[in-house]
């Protein structure tokens, strides 16, 4: 198949239709983006001329000001936009309530540590927050009521950069000169637990003298309910080399860290990387494409990891148009088409894509019909769509447009396909069955935390 024929058929992914919009950034005003709570943040004048706030799902924006007191380096509310903390200085976060009958004059909290440089800071519950230093951690405690930071735990360590997993409430440090060994913690109910500490193998080139690891090579996305770090390993294509890689390293609650699945590109160049429905999304700027790779459809296995190469060729993302900027006037135009894969986009976890420039966010969706056309193989397709939300209306006109008489299959492959629906259908039975069997037992004992299976399917 060539790329063409199969972009006649379609796109297999599409920004969402309706994008949260904002003012887009200029020299009075700075864009912000908050990857736990999901939002944006839009500040004009350093807060003095306003401060507009807009998530995905509510689309009620929150709008307030603030006295200018510098330059905004980071901005984040807690959640449920209780607290509002500000970071203007590499020494402090002022916090300002946003909670009724407390009042909103502003309470601050120094890093600890002398002479370190906050990097950042991360909310990781409603109450609880943890600066990252390059020295360190400090995990503290909010007292909105008193206006006032509590101290509940620190750790020094040399720190490069930082990210943060706000699904998991897990925080990565990179370490070492090379920056390559990561140090990964967890958060929960204001306990800061350390996990065992791992090494990111970096490519050895005698040119390049030592690699050094960068955020830009490096996400944290969960896939199939697990947490993944995901390193973009680029590579000069050689006889013995297709290019660049994503290595998918298994990050265990407890337990050691594991190099599990290796994401095959084949080219070479500039990328970004979203997650979409358990799916890894590889964006490549030169060629204005985008690859899919499902780590749960069958691969090779090398007795250590398991190799996978894209599931569809690389195709565009579905071209989509916006309205035209200016003055209301000329808004009444016909919109315009958005510019894929522009160099002012930036990619946000799991599946954000922003353009600040413009001051749009979207979703990034998977659209599956399609697929049916591209993946040819029908059980492949089929394990393919199993795993996807929504699927249930696309495996219909599959099984249908195979009983039908224009595309019949044959009887091996109808086999195969209805082998599969049969065994995810038994699987959520037997589960469903073990949850009441639990529920039954559990009645008796007082426990029922286990929730019941969902018919996804």
Known sequence: WSRRSAMALGHHLALCRSPVTFEKVSALNSVFFDETNKQVFAVRSGGATGVVAKGLDDKASISFRMEDKGEVKCIKFSFGNKILAVQRTPKAVDFINFIPDLPQTEYSQECKTKNANMLGFCWTSTSEIVF????????????????????????????????????????????????????????????????????????TSPKSGNPILSDRDIIMATVYGQLYVLYLKHQPRAPNNPGAEVIMYYLPREGQCKKMHILKLNTVGKFALN????????????????????????????????????????????????????????????????????????????????????????????????????????????????????????????????????????????????????????????ADQNYILAMESGASRGSSTQKRPVRTQ
């Not at 720190?159 to 897990?170: D, F, G, R, S």
């Not at 990964?184 to 990111?200: D, L, V, Y």
């Not at 749960?296 to 569809?312: M, S």
């Not at 697929?371 to 193989?377: A, K, S, T």
């Open 275 to 430: 997650v979409v429905d358990n799916l890894v999304v590889v964006h490549h700027q030169s060629s204005q494409t985008s690859m899919i790779f499902d780590i749960k459809l069958r691969a090779e296995f090398d007795g250590v990891v398991t190799i996978h190469q894209q599931v569809l060729l690389p195709l565009s993302i579905q071209p989509c148009k916006i309205p035209r900027a200016g003055p209301a006037a000329v808004t009444t135009q016909s919109p315009i088409p958005c510019e894929l894969y522009s160099s002012s986009w930036s990619v946000f976890q799991p599946d954000i894509i922003i353009n600040a420039s413009e001051g749009y966010l979207w979703c990034l969706q998977i659209t599956l019909q399609p697929i049916v056309h591209m993946l040819h193989d029908r059980g492949r397709l089929m394990d393919f769509l199993l795993q996807r939300k929504d699927c249930k209306m696309v495996i219909l006109s599959v099984c249908s447009d195979m009983l039908g008489a224009t595309e019949r299959a044959s009887l091996p492959v109808i086999a195969t396909v209805f082998d599969k629906l049969n065994q995810v259908y038994k699987e959520y039975l037997e």
């Open 132 to 203: 990252i230093t390059d020295q360190g951690i400090e995990f503290y405690q909010v007292l909105p009521d008193k206006r006032a930071l509590k101290q509940l735990k620190t750790h020094s360590i040399n720190v490069n950069w930082y990210m943060y997993c706000p699904e998991t409430a897990v925080l990565l440090l990179s370490t070492t000169v090379q920056g390559n060994v990561l140090q990964p913690f967890t958060f929960r109910s204001g306990t800061m637990t350390k996990m065992p500490k791992f090494e990111i193998e970096l490519p």
